[in-house]
């Protein structure tokens, strides 16, 4: 989560400065954009498509840290039982299992 994170924080960066896109006259182009909450059409200005120069450099410097380092493997713990009491044996449990078709099972 943090390193999509940190990727959406570069992605965003990297695309503040890119201007609006131009159409042959040179002037600015927009898109129409229904909204929901005034009820009415509203112009939106678009932008110039992003650029992903900084990617393939970033992947590499990914796979390069990933074969420099290495982590120690986390010990698993034994949670073990979550239950505040101890378990009671198993025979004594079924002894008190009631049924709605049997008033008790049976040891077999």
């Not at 410097?61 to 044996?89: F, H, S, Y």
Request: include cysteine; glycine fraction near 4%.
């Amino acid at each position: 989560m943090n390193c999509r994170t940190t990727i959406a924080v570069i992605d965003h960066n990297m695309g503040l400065n890119r201007g609006h896109k131009l159409d042959k006259d040179g002037k600015l182009m927009y898109k129409k954009v229904y909204s929901k909450v005034s009820s009415q059409w509203i112009p939106k200005a678009v932008y110039n498509p992003k650029n992903y120069f900084w990617m393939p450099m970033l992947m590499k410097m990914c796979v390069v840290q990933k074969e420099a380092t290495t982590l120690p493997p986390v010990p698993v713990k034994d949670r073990g039982n979550i239950a505040p009491v101890p378990a009671p044996p198993t025979r004594e449990m079924i002894s008190k299992l009631i049924s709605r078709f049997r008033k008790a099972y049976d040891d077999s």
